[in-house]
Each structure stands twice: as structure tokens, then as C-alpha cells.
């Protein structure tokens, strides 16, 4: 694995920057709790670019000339958080890519060698603004995931890899919650509601 990671890196050509640091957001909360719809909706109000690096995974899995594609995918299928190089490496190149200041990284970080990589990766090079935390129960999530599962086509909207996301998202990553909450950076939103009436709320964050 080590010398895939390293392969993958030496094929990413970061980008001359003479931006100032982007201001990042980071978007977490469990499979279902409606992410990417609060994302969405960000983007269109207030002009973020919104990069969620289960997308970028996903993409990264799916080309044909990448050198961790089927590590990605092993990763995911088993319900596992992927290293944290690949995806740390994948945001790095998305976020300077966009040539955007203002940043939603959507399902990162997952765990604390997740935090960790940041940190040590881009923690000079962005200003962390907050941290939004969607709270809600697992069983609301469940019932989400399994019906966009319906027509979404994503191997891990099932109910056996979605079992295994919420047992890592419990132990691994609602820790990395805690972690960002004794630094006064988390901001926490109900997602149990319609996501109208969220957005009322994650609205009032951002004016």
C-alpha cells in the first residue's frame, strides 16, 4: 500500500498559489444526515465551493488510470475509513484547483489520524472558519440511506456497509466531534427535520 500512496502522490502536481488561505468549513455528521443537501444549499446562498471527499474518493476510484482506485474501493466497500495521504492528497489538489477562498470539505475529517494528516498537510495553508455537526438519530439515517439507495447506484447504500459506517462513525469519527468541540469550533444543527427548515438554521451561521 505504501508504495501505491507514494506512486499517487508523486502523480499529483500541486498548484502554485499566491491566494490567500482559503476559509474552510468542515461538514460532518452520519451517513444520511443530510450533508450534501445543507451543502447544496450553502453553495447556492452564499458562493462556497463544496468539496466532499466521498466524491472525490468515489471519482478517484472510478479512473481508470489511478494507481489506489482499488485500494478506494476495497476501503469503502468494507465500510473503512481510507488513508488519510489519499485523502488529504485529493482535497489538497481539489481545493486549489478551484481557485475558490471559501471551501465546504463535506465528510472529512473521519477519525483522528484523519485530523492528524490535516494538520500536518494543510493546516498552515487553510483558516479552519468552524466546524458544522448535523446531529441526528441512526435511525432516521437508516431510513434516508436505504431509500436513496433505491436509484443512487453507490455500492455502500446498503444495508450491511451502512452498518458498518455507523459503527466507525460512532468510534471513530464522533470523537474527532468532541476533539473539535473543546477548540470552540463546532457549530451543531439538528438534521432530524426537513431540510428546509435545517437550513434555517445553518443559515443563521453564515450571515
Not at 86 to 107: E, M, R
Not at 116 to 141: A, H, I, T, Y
Amino acid at each position: 500500500m505504501i508504495f501505491l500512496v507514494n506512486l499517487f502522490f508523486r502523480q499529483i502536481k500541486h498548484l502554485s498559489h499566491k491566494m490567500s488561505k482559503p476559509e474552510v468549513v468542515m461538514v460532518l455528521g452520519g451517513p444520511g444526515s443530510g450533508k450534501g443537501t445543507q451543502c447544496s444549499k450553502i453553495v447556492e446562498k452564499f458562493g462556497y465551493t463544496h468539496l466532499s471527499a466521498g466524491d472525490l474518493l468515489r471519482a478517484e476510484r472510478n479512473n481508470p488510470e489511478s494507481t489506489v482506485g482499488q485500494l478506494i474501493a476495497n476501503y469503502i466497500k468494507d465500510g473503512k475509513i481510507v488513508p488519510v495521504e489519499i485523502t488529504c492528497g485529493l482535497l489538497d489538489k481539489a481545493i486549489f484547483a478551484s481557485g475558490s477562498d471559501k471551501i465546504l470539505v463535506d465528510g472529512f475529517p473521519r477519525n483522528q489520524e484523519n485530523v492528524d494528516g490535516w494538520n500536518k498537510q494543510m493546516g498552515d495553508r487553510v483558516s479552519l472558519k468552524f466546524v458544522l455537526f448535523f446531529s441526528c438519530p441512526e435511525e432516521v439515517c437508516t431510513a434516508r440511506i436505504m431509500e436513496r439507495g433505491k436509484t443512487s447506484g453507490r455500492t455502500d447504500d446498503n444495508i450491511k456497509s451502512l452498518q458498518k459506517r455507523f459503527i466507525t462513525y460512532i468510534n471513530e469519527t464522533m470523537p474527532i466531534v468532541r476533539y473539535y468541540e473543546d477548540l470552540g469550533k463546532v457549530r451543531k444543527v439538528d438534521a432530524d427535520r426537513k431540510p428546509e427548515e435545517v437550513f434555517c438554521d445553518v443559515e443563521k451561521l453564515f450571515s
